[in-house]
């Protein structure tokens, strides 16, 4: 099925370092979504974009939507082990009559206390 | 504020039989998407629902097949099923804008097991 490209595939940090994330892709979007998903739950979302341009927070959480409309970023700033899990990007394709969200292949995030 | 709700939380099938999983949407929500999401992999969009009718499909078989209450809940069913299908199924509710951009909000997923 069809998936965004998102980078870095996994990693691995020291518990107050900040960690980025992207997804990117040759579409363009009209909204970005960024979710978390622990094992065996489903995804919570962190925060939503709706600009191209957009940067919005959620406490340590920043997410940026990207100028081209084509990609996104997430930076978590001084992690925590509660941050571990896999985060999503999801974009929505800017074509008339599209609702449907494409999500990114996932970031595991380990953080080592 | 009640979230989105999900039921079963797990499930075994054998191939060749059907099943139908159901979700609650979040209060005040009134579409319905559903998601496949194979192990490792991301979520891929199944159809959505809107106004008691399919709205927009994905490249899943006609043996997936959906449908909307009035009261917004929906019901995923799958039939004839495969080994493939084993997954995580999530359901994800929005409210319809105007315009496309909807924020989904997913419930905590069906657990699909297929021997």
């Known amino acids: 099925g069809q998936q965004l490209n998102q980078s870095p595939q996994s990693m691995f940090i020291q518990e107050g370092e900040d960690v980025s994330m992207n997804c990117t892709s040759s579409s363009i979007f009209n909204t970005w979504l960024w979710y978390k998903q622990d094992p065996g739950e489903g995804p919570v979302l962190l925060i939503a974009?709706?600009?191209?341009?957009e940067l919005t927070s959620n406490g340590r959480l920043t997410a940026q939507f990207g100028i081209t409309r084509k990609d996104s970023f997430l930076n978590i700033s001084a992690s925590i082990p509660s941050d571990v899990g896999i985060y999503f990007c999801?974009?929505?394709?800017?074509?008339?009559?599209?609702?449907?969200?494409?999500f990114g292949t996932g970031t595991r995030l380990k953080v080592l206390a | 504020d009640a979230g989105v709700t999900q039921s079963p939380t797990h499930l075994i099938k054998t191939r060749g039989q059907q099943v139908t999983l159901r979700c609650s949407p979040k209060s005040g929500h009134d579409t319905v998407s559903w998601y496949q999401q194979a192990l490792g992999q991301g979520p891929q969009f199944i159809f959505q629902?809107?106004?008691?009718?399919?709205?927009q499909r994905g490249n899943f078989p006609d043996r997936f097949s959906g449908h909307q209450f009035p009261n917004y809940s929906s019901e995923l069913n799958v039939n004839a099923l495969l080994l493939g299908d084993s997954a995580l199924y999530l359901c994800?509710?929005?409210?319809?804008?105007?315009?496309?951009?909807?924020?989904?909000?997913f419930g905590p997923g069906t657990r699909l097991l297929v021997l």
């Open positions: 629902y809107y106004e008691e009718e399919e709205r």
């Open positions: 999801a974009g929505q394709p800017a074509k008339s009559g599209t609702y449907k969200y494409i």
């Open positions: 994800a509710s929005s409210l319809k804008q105007r315009g496309y951009q909807e924020t989904q909000y």
């Open positions: 974009l709706y600009k191209a341009g």
